[in-house]
């Protein structure tokens, strides 16, 4: 399974957009890349989900270069409400499989 | 909207106890999950089940057990509480669909061993 690296923390402040970078150098070709948000107190939240390229929705956008080897979840015009940890899984295409979370990245956004 | 609950939000137990922590989802999921999650160390897999009766263990198993009878029901078992067992314990089901799983999060439990 492959590891993932991302920074411990981050600060931003309203409105801006923050960009959250993941490194997985030994990501396997039937990996992909899942993003998790979570709160104090409650459970981890999926966001955004990709193999290749740029996946977006209604809350985020996911860049995956071609390399595979790092991916950035992108959250445009951060609220205080974003304030929680960000967890960057990579996880095999199969059934049964197990995908690691890491310790994530705190953000913190500032008014 | 896909629903997955545990039995308690917070409780409260000696060591030496056994203690039972019990999920449900409704969604008809195949795969369930235990996790505990410590502060600075991320949330840390302790067994998975991707059927009925079928289990495997995560990275660290050592001290629990479970069980899934049903389909809906996974339930992780503290055979004898210690205190290093204290943390906050999360229940997940998923769905895997083309392109990838998600993962569906209970709000969690949150054990005190004295």
């Known amino acids: 399974l492959a590891k993932t690296t991302q920074p411990i923390s981050m600060d931003s402040y309203e409105g801006q957009e923050v960009n959250i970078t993941c490194s997985h150098n030994n990501i396997a070709t039937n990996d992909y890349i899942t993003w998790y948000q979570q709160f104090p107190s409650q459970g981890p939240r999926f966001i955004i989900q990709g193999y290749k390229t740029k996946v977006t929705n209604e809350v985020a956008s996911l860049f995956i270069p071609a390399d595979r080897k790092s991916s950035t979840l992108s959250l445009p015009r951060v609220s205080l409400s974003d304030t929680a940890v960000y967890y960057c899984?990579?996880?095999?295409?199969?059934?049964?499989?197990?995908?690691?979370f890491g310790a994530g990245t705190r953000l913190f956004v500032k008014a | 909207d896909v629903k997955v609950t545990q039995s308690s939000r917070y409780l409260v137990k000696r060591t030496g106890e056994k203690v039972f922590l019990e999920c449900v989802q409704d969604?008809?999921?195949?795969?369930m999950f235990w996790y505990r999650q410590d502060p600075g160390l991320g949330l840390r897999l302790i067994y998975f089940s991707y059927d009925v009766k079928m289990k495997e263990k995560g990275d660290i198993p050592e001290g629990y057990s479970v069980s899934r009878e049903k389909k809906e029901r996974f339930s992780l078992i503290l055979e004898s509480a210690s205190t290093n067992q204290t943390s906050m314990y999360l229940c997940?089901?998923?769905?895997?669909?083309?392109?990838?799983?998600?993962?569906?999060f209970g709000p969690g439990t949150r054990l005190l061993v004295l």
């Open positions: 899984l990579v996880g095999e295409d199969t059934g049964g499989f197990k995908t690691i």
């Open positions: 969604m008809d999921h195949e795969n």
């Open positions: 997940a089901s998923s769905l895997y669909l083309e392109g990838g799983e998600t993962q569906y």
